[in-house]
């Protein structure tokens, strides 16, 4: 498998677990540059989660969330105010979130709410 497939895999993995914790799904994939992406836009009651999702076949390089660095954390944060400028969504709650999965030697994910980078 190679990183893009991984990638792939990892967020079907977050969306169908999201799915199954009461989130619905709004948009996956979300381009604005090639820096800023949104892997998973999703609703629950009302806040919208802006999730990044970070996937490794196992803990040999790290954990998935030590990939999340500042730069990462401010291009998700614009990609977050474009998306809601572009939808024209306002007066809403919004967070981010990340996701990571790790898929050896057991699949295990793990779910970080609201996240701020310090």
Known sequence: MNNRELGSYGENLAKNYLLDNGYEILDTNVKFSRLCELDIVAKLNNTLSFVEVKTRK??????PFEAITKTKYENIKKGAYLYLQQKNIKYTKFQIDVIGIVLEPEIKIEHMENVAYE
């Open 58 to 63: 196992n803990n040999d390089f790290g954990l």
